[in-house]
């Protein structure tokens, strides 16, 4: 066997690219353990790893150049970029029914081994027909027809053993389709179209249970998308829609894709990880916020938290010199202060806006049940509170939030951090409405200075209105407050007004009152807008 | 001896000339016997290019298009002249049995996958009784067995039928099984109902 320094610099050779990698290194993991994987690139150290003991208990010593190949190939070109693996992933959700393992990384390896096949066919077969016949019960018919196409594409070179082949039997004519595959396939230019004809074909070979086996030995070995990555692509692109038209007029697929809402699209995405959930729609959220917040100012560091002086205390030996406050202690020791002086340190002080014109706001969402949990389906009432607490953190200023539906609600710190705010907001109760006045009449008694109040719900909080106990809390927080609007989706207009009627007299209130929940997230640009420019 | 074929390269000329604009049968036609000529045979009578064309299927006219624009390269040129010459078949046979051993490919085949391209340039070559070039003669016979389109699609076909049967019994996206590339007759063949 060569050496891994020869080894790395022929597989360099196969690119013909200069890689920001370094050098690879040995890993040595147990044969029979883990996923089976050959090889992968550790993103920290970037540097590819390889399992040198696995490869030879596959008998397929002589492939090292290959196996490190193959890895360079997925830094250097397949995929181009981690956007790219996220857009597929998010493209095979439409494609692909539910539950079933992802193929992204059998598509790039079909990439990647064309390329590396034109030169060292035999050695990647031998570690595949190694790896088949010592595991094959670990891969499913996906995998298996995956390699049969490699056998298409490199005649006279055996990859699957007779065991295999005899599997793969179950599927009439799977040979004949492996050898249309590789004559189509890789004459396909754009990638999108590539994939959703992989998908198509591969359709038919993912077993009942959604193919959750082993990747082969030179699988799971892709960057993955960070949740950013992945809420962006949810979105979809229109060289996929163009993709999938194509195939539709090909007949590759039956039926019209329709297309799928995004947090649908992130739903199936992330399947059991409900972290990867969060990140991925809290990703989503900020990216529909930023459509509506166009006019992004320049944003001011957090205030520093200010500091005022403590009482004093006894200075001793060993204390910092420069907190001795010597007027103090001349007026308190007189001619003894230089032996008994006084020192005195400070405290943080609550922070406050550093300038007076950005309010402070103080939202209050309605998370009952009338509208859809943000994890679900897009959420205008949580949508736009996180419009509002995003423009006015932008501006410098802070905000509290109060998230309401039934029985105790929520309330946050003051938030001086977007993302803090647009994850707290991002909660979801469900349940029935009823307005907290207990807590709003706390907040305005607490609070010193005069804020502005938003309330970002529907009807109901028209109905909660007309409380008999709602009245008088109304009346002393809209004396208490600098504006108090009403950001709500209502069924029609006229009646909101009605009910809101005795709010209306009061100069500080201001209802903000929309038809439609799609029209919420521009009525709160435009009233952060108008907040910002009082 | 006439010259082997280098197949990488005539393969490289023919993709060159798909990206161009097509070449209009009658030019294509002309360029042809124009070889015949220069190898000193009787071009193919208009009366038999009539036939050809009238009998033929839609993709006929793109193929010769693609024939003739190949063949005004002048690195094909000279091979095809030299194996012209050489051949003992008329040229009638030859071209005869050339357009029938591509039938199946379309236009947009030919301009478009690299497969093809070489199963178009091999075919060529091996009518007029060309080797290729760095290969031995069972080297050359498989790889055209390999590339040869209508055996693939024969063996796709039983892929095809077992594949719609199976998506009838499928929740959830369906294939199609449809063309993997359109042939070039008013679009792709719709899937049987």
């Known amino acids: ?534 | 001896m006439t010259s082997p074929l280098p197949v990488a390269a005539m393969q490289a000329a023919l993709h060159a000339v798909a990206l161009q604009p097509p070449v209009p049968p009658d030019v294509a036609i002309a360029v042809v016997n124009d070889c015949l000529r220069l190898a000193g045979r009787v071009p193919v009578a208009d009366a038999t290019w009539d036939a050809w064309w009238r009998d033929s299927h839609p993709s006929w006219t793109a193929q010769v298009g693609m024939l003739g624009a190949w063949l005004m390269d002048r690195t094909p040129q000279g091979l095809t002249i030299g194996w012209m010459g050489a051949a003992t078949a008329s040229p009638d046979r030859v071209l005869e049995s050339f357009f029938a051993a591509i039938a199946p490919l379309s236009a947009e085949m030919l301009r478009n996958n690299p497969y093809r391209q070489e199963e178009f340039v091999r075919r060529w070559g091996a009518c007029w009784g060309a080797s290729m070039a760095g290969e031995t003669a069972d080297q050359s016979a498989a790889r055209l067995a390999w590339l040869d389109y209508r055996q693939t699609l024969a063996e796709y076909e039983r892929a095809r039928r077992a594949r719609r049967e199976e998506s009838r019994r499928r929740p959830g996206m369906k294939s199609g099984g449809g063309d993997p590339e359109p042939t070039g007759e008013g679009g792709a063949r719709r899937r049987d109902e």
């Open chain 1, 1 to 534: 066997m060569i050496s891994l320094q020869q080894a790395w610099q022929q597989a360099l050779a196969v690119w013909d690219a200069s890689v920001a990698l370094s050098p690879p290194r040995p890993w040595h993991g147990e044969p029979s353990a883990g996923d089976g994987s050959l090889a992968c690139l550790d993103l920290e150290t970037r540097q590819i790893m390889v399992n040198l003991d696995l490869l030879q208990a596959l008998g397929a010593e002589n492939s090292l150049v290959a196996v490190l190949a193959h890895e360079v190939g997925h830094h250097v070109r397949f995929p181009h970029t981690v956007g790219l693996v996220a857009s597929l992933r998010a493209l095979e959700t439409r494609l692909l029914p539910p539950g079933t393992a992802s193929l992204v990384n059998l598509f790039f390896d079909l990439l990647v081994n064309e390329v590396v096949g034109r030169t060292r066919a035999a050695e990647l077969a031998a570690v595949y027909r190694g790896y088949v016949e010592q595991r094959q019960t670990e891969l499913g018919p996906t995998a298996l027809f995956c390699l049969s196409v490699y056998q298409a594409m490199w005649p006279g070179i055996p990859v699957l053993p007779p065991t295999a082949v005899a599997r793969m039997d179950r599927y009439e004519g799977w040979q004949g389709e492996a050898r249309m595959f590789a004559q189509t396939f890789f004459a396909l230019s754009d990638p999108y179209l590539q994939f959703v004809y992989f998908c198509s074909v591969l359709l038919r070979y993912i077993p009942q249970d959604g193919g959750r086996g082993a990747c082969g030995p030179l699988g799971g070995d892709l960057p993955q998308p960070a949740a950013e990555d992945l809420a962006a692509a949810a979105l979809g692109n229109p060289q996929a829609d163009r993709a999938l038209q194509e195939a539709e007029t090909r007949g590759w697929l039956e039926g019209k894709v329709a297309p799928t809402p995004p947090l649908a699209v992130l739903q199936r995405l992330a399947g059991p990880d409900d972290s990867l959930h969060h990140r991925m729609v809290a990703a989503h959220y900020h990216r529909l916020c930023e459509t509506y917040l166009f006019a992004v100012e320049v944003r001011r560091p957090a205030p520093e938290q200010g500091e005022v002086a403590a009482a004093t205390l006894p200075w001793e030996f060993g204390d910092d010199p420069h907190l001795i406050d010597w007027t103090t202690s001349l007026l308190a020791h007189g001619a003894l202060a230089p032996v008994q002086p006084l020192q005195r340190r400070q405290e943080p002080d609550s922070p406050a806006s550093d300038s007076p014109q950005v309010p402070e706001l103080e939202l209050y969402l309605d998370t009952s049940g009338s509208m859809p949990s943000p994890y679900e389906r897009l959420n205008s009432l949580t949508l736009a509170a996180q419009i509002l607490a995003t423009a006015v953190i932008r501006g410098g200023g802070r905000v509290r939030a109060v998230l309401y539906s039934q029985g105790r609600p929520q309330v946050s710190d003051w938030l001086y951090d977007e993302d803090v705010a647009r994850t707290f907001l991002l909660q979801y109760a469900g349940g029935g409405t009823e307005f907290p006045f207990a807590t709003l009449a706390e907040n305005c008694r607490s609070q010193r200075e005069a804020v502005t109040r938003v309330v970002v719900s529907d009807d109901g909080f028209v109905w909660d209105v007309a409380r008999p106990d709602a009245a008088s809390v109304m009346a002393a927080a809209l004396d208490a407050s600098a504006q108090f609007l009403a950001l709500l989706v209502v069924y029609a207009e006229t009646s909101a007004r009605r009910g809101l009627r005795p709010l209306l007299a009061h100069p500080a209130f201001r209802p903000v009152l929309v038809l439609e929940p799609d029209d919420l997230a521009g009525a709160a640009a435009a009233t952060a807008r108008a907040l910002l420019d009082r």
